[in-house]
């Protein structure tokens, strides 16, 4: 018998016999699209195991569960304007005239077999998405994760949580009820304040006067096509460069800029990710089945001589809404025109700080000039600004939604609406200030306290009398892992303009934008902003002899 053949029929490891139809498959795709070059290099790559590393997972299978709820509702939603008068299932708005959207709304909640069910599904779906974009977002702003080579991913997010939010609103709108109908008219009313063209954009969005019979015809496609269409395309090259940079991961042993420690993608990762789909599935499906949201029928269709009291949008829109609702009421009349710049102002606004949290950053790019790649993320204490500045427009955002939600506010606390109005409007300034004041602080004590850990080791809880009579608390030293997660950040100079005279006594040119950027390297980068890591002769002195004990 020849010895490349075993007993079982197998040479080297493959059977003998004719290749079976699967292998001719599988050969015939690779020969065609290389799936097995691509599968070998990209299936065993190692992904960080960390939990706020879900949260992207819960944007991507929240934005799966929308397209598939979303596919159901379709083929029984209709978006038309015409007017019909209901005769259906839900008798108390039997013989109302309304419009044939939200007919056909109240019929998927009524009569279509598990209708209600996945409308649900499908608005908490989108609200989960929404919010689990902002914290995914924030986790990537707070640790630094969006510098170089992710500036282009950070945009595509970026990107994705201001599409995700039109989409909300374009989906909010097409039942045509009367809390939808009056996010319109609130969108209509601040379209109408931009100088010039306002009027003439109203017309040709609404088909003419408000609410006109064109709007819902034209948000349907936007939300079900375009919109969706653009995101899918976003979602996909987002999660190409994440397999292409590498995936970020927290400071550690073992880990570096060049090396990742975690777990492959296929088996370990991919059973993890199935596993945590279905419970995200599971949850909202929970949440759609026992807790109700936006009932239409309690509404009741819209018409724009009535207002919902009470009427609030989906938490994502509160940021705008409160702009508009504790903007003073001011407005200038020139030539025949009139300029609502109690309107426009905070209209602007709205874009202009999404736009800047956008950018952000570049800006930090520019101001540091680290052109080298990162992989290890920072700890939020170790750069104090950037943190402040994020709790800052956290707190921002929380402000403006007390004021979006104003009369709301008023009747559950029993409070004035003019008092919270003009709380607000003064906490716009003092809030974000103080927050920024108050983080800035906390960050710079933890570094005192990590500082103080690496010196002194960890407080054990043992408490031991010297020879002279003094009692100290015996400090254990910390492991070499922990030390080295303390002390692994870089703490380099930050960019200054140098002299501004040479060598040989001739003036250096000094232009505005770098003076600015000094500054700003200074205030957020400098020194007072950070804690000086201990050296090693530091350390050597203190936990040498006796002072490794106390």
Request: charged share 15%; glycine share 12%.
């Amino acid at each position: 018998m020849d010895g490349a053949r075993s007993v079982n029929g197998r040479v080297g490891g493959r059977t003998s016999g004719p290749p079976g139809g699967g292998e001719k498959l599988a050969d015939w795709a690779d020969g065609r699209l290389g799936l097995y070059g691509l599968a070998k290099a990209n299936m065993r790559k190692v992904f960080p195991d960390h939990p706020s590393f879900m949260l992207g997972e819960i944007c991507l299978y929240s934005f799966i569960v929308i397209i598939l709820t979303g596919i159901y509702l379709t083929l029984f939603f209709e978006p038309s304007g015409v007017e019909v008068v209901y005769n259906g299932s839900y008798e108390p708005l039997n013989g109302i005239v309304m419009t044939r959207a939200f007919e056909s709304t109240l019929d998927i909640s009524f009569d279509v077999r598990g209708g209600l069910l996945i409308r649900q599904i499908h608005h908490w779906a989108a609200l989960v998405f929404v919010t689990g974009m902002l914290v995914h977002m924030m986790r990537v702003f707070f640790t630094g994760a969006f510098r170089k080579p992710r500036e282009v991913n950070w945009v595509f997010g970026w990107t994705l949580l201001m599409l995700g939010i039109l989409t909300g609103l374009t989906g909010y709108s097409l039942p045509d009820d009367l809390l939808s109908g009056t996010g319109i008219r609130f969108a209509q009313g601040a379209i109408l304040s931009v100088p010039i063209i306002g009027t003439y954009l109203s017309f040709f969005l609404f088909g003419g006067e408000f609410p006109g019979h064109d709007i819902i015809p034209r948000l349907f496609p936007i939300h079900v096509l375009l919109l969706p269409g653009i995101m899918l395309g976003l979602v996909t090259a987002h999660l190409i460069l994440v397999f292409y940079h590498k995936h970020t991961q927290f400071p550690g042993p073992g880990r570096n800029e060049r090396s990742v420690v975690g777990m492959p993608f296929l088996p370990v990762y991919t059973a993890k990710a199935g596993g945590f789909f279905f419970l995200v599935f599971g949850m909202l499906a929970l949440m759609g089945g026992i807790a109700q949201i936006n009932p239409v029928w309690a509404f009741g269709p819209y018409r724009p001589d009535l207002v919902t009291t009470g009427a609030q949008p989906d938490w994502y829109l509160g940021f705008s809404e409160g702009l508009i609702r504790v903007m003073p009421g001011w407005e200038i009349n020139a030539w025949g025109h009139t300029l609502q710049l109690g309107v426009f102002i905070p209209f602007s606004l709205f874009p202009l700080i999404l736009a800047a949290i956008g950018a952000y950053p570049f800006i930090e790019a520019w101001i540091t000039g680290d052109r080298r790649e990162h992989h290890i993320l920072d700890r939020p204490r170790n750069v104090p600004v950037r943190t402040g500045l994020g709790v800052a427009w956290l707190s921002l955002y929380v402000v403006l939604l007390i004021g979006g939600g104003n009369d709301v506010v008023a009747t559950h606390l029993h409070l004035s609406i003019n008092a919270i109005t003009w709380f607000v409007r003064i906490s716009v300034f003092v809030v974000p200030v103080l927050a920024f004041v108050v983080t800035k602080r906390v960050c710079l004590g933890l570094q005192r306290r990590d500082r103080d850990k690496v010196l002194h080791g960890r407080e054990s809880g043992v408490i031991r009398r010297l020879p002279h009579g003094e009692y100290v608390e015996v400090h254990e030293p910390l492991a070499q892992a922990q030390l080295h997660t303390l002390t692994q950040h870089e703490q380099n100079g930050h960019y200054e303009i140098g002299p501004l005279v040479d060598a040989h006594g001739v003036r250096r040119p000094v232009t505005a934008s770098m003076r600015v950027r000094a500054r700003l390297a200074r205030a957020m980068f400098g020194p007072e902003t950070r804690i000086p890591k201990p050296t090693p002769e530091e350390y050597r002195q203190l936990t040498s002899g006796d002072h490794q004990q106390h």
